[in-house]
Nanobody, 123 residues
Framework: QVQLVESGGGLMQAGDSQRLSCAASGRTFTYYWLAWFRQAPGKERECVAALRWGGNSTYYADSVKGRFTTSRDNAKNTVYLQMNNLKPEDTAVYYC????????????????WGQGTQVTVSS
């Protein structure tokens, strides 16, 4: 049974840095893409970053490029989202997701989801 558990959310101020973690379990993720989505109130859920677990390929949305970095720790089976220079518009629930579609950025590309962690950035 695949389980994705996010942690690291909270209340931050504009300009702060924060790291989200996603602990993955239940299968070998070598051929999977692990993505970070976010959903702000009243908005569609969007993919902000993704990486291929077994390689070096990554994806970043234009809105976070240069500020967010996703990485993985194979030994801990954990994926991270390092968020720097946070802005109020980054406020959202952040979800970790796993799927087999190469470089997918749509929700339908991902089969497994975490429960989400709230990130709130005040100005």
């Amino acid at each position: 049974q695949v389980q994705l558990v996010e942690s690291g959310g909270g209340l931050m101020q504009a300009g702060d840095s924060q790291r989200l973690s996603c602990a993955a379990s239940g299968r070998t993720f070598t051929y999977y893409w692990l993505a970070w989505f976010r959903q702000a109130p009243g908005k569609e859920r969007e993919c902000v970053a993704a990486l291929r677990w077994g390689g070096n390929s990554t994806y970043y949305a234009d809105s976070v490029k240069g500020r967010f970095t996703t990485s993985r720790d194979n030994a801990k089976n954990t994926v991270y989202l390092q968020m720097n220079n946070l802005k109020p518009e980054d406020t959202a629930v952040y979800y970790c997701a796993a799927g087999l579609s190469v470089g997918g950025v749509r929700q339908s590309d991902y089969s497994y989801w975490g429960q989400g962690t709230q990130v709130t950035v005040s100005s």
